[in-house]
């Protein structure tokens, strides 16, 4: 009996080192503890989903002589990605791949990047492994690391269809500030005017003036004369100082005397100047005078002005060009009349538009789309502007506008050509050009297009959308600054400033199903799941479209939908 116990332990034996030798030889199923997943879930950012592996093969798994290859596969309803693939050796194995020790095991990182779909939203992770001992190939299963891919990030593309467009301003100035000047000379020491310099072209261009002004009491209006009247700097002060009095006493009896003949009236203030030093100064210095800067560096050792008028007429006898040219120019008084012109008032630009558009200017045009709130008004008001001023770009980029703020991107797109084809530098139109681009997800040329927009007010909140898109969270928040859109709210939810990513959709002045959605992930990482479920059910009522989304969206893994 003993025997036969004997033989049958034997065999038993014999049979258990078979089952462990047999399994010892295989490259059997790795268990998911062995691996671990950052970030987990995944996360999209800037149209990437990356993700860093840390595995691990333990103890007498990898055998000396084995080739392992892992490869990451992005499953989802629709197909799989796979990703960078890595491979690992045995300690027999000659190559340049991660040697895995067979009895210690070892620990190995690899690295992947998917370029994101939207089918991976709901989508898993698997690893799947391709080993080889030899010329053998063994069967690993495939191991599940990780769950779904979190593509809040990607709502950009959805946020950017609201963001404010750039419009181009118009130039339009109800009243345009005028000037005109006319001066009169004097003879040396008088102050008497001369019928001869009442005929100069300057006074005859100031009385040209006065009588348009006259004529055209609706277009145009006086709004003061300013004289400045003065005396060259070689008499003595106290001379000079009556001098320049006399002169301005005299040129504004005259102005008083053409404003009553023309039935004209309007404040005129004078002011003298009696030793005009410093038009002396800029005279000389542009004068063709040899000695010029010399006779300037001299004359400005005289602080005291009577000291300073006997130098001048010490030089002047020595330097005639100054007795010839230089001071009679400063025996003058400067008349400035300044007068406003006048546009159409609102009711009378209508009015025009009604009667006859072709009459308004293109500002008058580009003003008039502001006198009113109905879309439909102000696009035909800008496609007449673009029919009369065919070479203004700017109305066909406020056309863009309209048709982007309506969701007819075709359309917008069209018009921001022809604007751009016009003036391929205009900076709102290179701001639009960029936020179409963005809505393509092409933010490269984005990028090229707001280059292009230093100039628009637009700017900033456009390149918070591309930074969005680029994935620089940070700068997105700051390039928003204080602006309450949809995307600026994305930016905070993405930089973690839950607080403030309510507070400024509280803020949106325009509120859409996408303003509900983003509220919803504010509650849900808040942890509300009750006003997550709230908000997602007005973001449905508006969109239903969303109601899918909503569904794949590992944001709300945790609401009961």
């Not at 690295?111 to 053998?136: C, Q």
């Not at 690391?145 to 593509?151: I, K, L």
């Not at 538009?353 to 006198?371: F, N, Q, T």
């Amino acid at each position: 009996m003993k025997s036969q116990i004997s033989k049958f332990n034997v065999v038993l034996l014999a049979i258990l080192c078979a089952i462990v030798t047999a399994s010892c030889s295989k490259m059997g199923a790795l268990s998911s503890d062995y691996f671990t997943v950052v970030p987990n879930p995944l996360e999209a950012t800037a149209g990437k989903v990356p993700a860093t592996i840390n595995g691990l093969f333990p103890e007498k798994y990898m055998k000396k002589k084995a080739i392992v290859t892992v490869t990451p596969v992005l499953r989802y309803a629709e197909g799989e990605t796979e990703g960078q693939s890595a491979t690992f050796q045995g300690e027999k194995v000659q190559g340049n791949n991660q040697t895995i020790a067979y009895r210690m095991g070892g620990n190995y990182t690899m690295r992947t990047n998917f370029n994101y779909i939207e089918p991976m939203r709901k989508s898993e992770l698997y690893l799947k492994f391709d080993a080889r001992v030899g010329k053998k190939t063994y069967k690993v299963p495939d191991v599940k690391v990780a769950d779904g891919v979190m593509a809040t990030s990607e709502l950009v593309k959805r946020t950017v269809a609201t963001a404010t467009t750039a419009t181009a301003a118009d130039n339009f100035q109800r009243i345009v500030k005028q000037k005109q000047e006319a001066n009169i000379q004097f003879l040396v020491n008088q102050a008497i005017i001369r019928t001869g310099e009442l005929k100069s072209v300057s006074v005859q261009q100031f009385l040209s003036t006065l009588k348009a002004i006259q004529a055209d009491a609706a277009g145009k209006a006086m709004d003061g004369i300013e004289v400045s009247s003065y005396a060259s700097p070689e008499g003595s002060l106290q001379f000079n100082t009556t001098l320049a009095q006399n002169r301005g006493k005299n040129t504004q009896e005259y102005i008083n005397k053409e404003l009553k003949d023309k039935g004209l009236a309007t404040d005129i203030n004078t002011k003298y100047t009696a030793e005009d030093w410093e038009g002396f100064q800029q005279l000389v210095s542009k004068s063709n005078i040899q000695d010029k800067e010399v006779i300037l560096r001299v004359l400005s050792m005289y602080q005291d002005p009577e000291e300073r008028e006997t130098q001048i007429r010490n030089i002047s006898a020595a330097y005639t060009d100054l007795t010839k040219e230089i001071l009679p120019q400063l025996r003058r008084s400067r008349i400035m009349l300044n007068y406003n012109l006048i546009g159409r008032s609102d009711p009378e630009i209508l009015q025009q538009y009604s009667d006859d558009p072709a009459k308004l200017s293109v500002e008058e045009m580009l003003y008039s789309v502001g006198l009113t709130d109905s879309k439909d008004r102000q696009q035909s008001v800008l496609q007449k502007t673009a029919e009369i001023y065919p070479n203004d770009w700017r109305a066909f980029n406020n056309l863009a506008t309209l048709a982007y703020e309506k969701g007819d991107y075709a359309t917008a797109r069209q018009y921001v050509a022809k604007a751009l084809s016009l003036n391929p530098n205009a900076p709102e139109a290179n701001v639009n050009s960029g936020l179409l681009s963005l809505l393509d997800g092409n933010a490269s040329a984005a990028q090229q297009a707001l280059a292009k927009g230093s100039e628009a007010a637009a700017l900033s909140e456009a390149l918070g959308n591309l930074y969005l898109m680029q994935g620089n969270y940070a700068q997105a928040v700051k390039s928003f600054g204080k602006t309450a859109s949809n995307s600026a709210a994305l930016a905070q939810i993405l930089t973690k400033d839950y607080l403030a990513a309510a507070k400024t959709l509280a803020g949106v002045q325009q509120p859409d199903a996408m303003t509900s959605y983003l509220k919803a992930i504010v509650a849900a990482r808040s942890n509300n799941a009750t006003e997550a479920a709230t908000c997602l059910r007005q973001a449905v009522a508006l969109d239903p479209a969303l109601a899918t989304l909503a569904k794949n969206d590992i944001e709300f893994a945790k609401i009961n939908l």
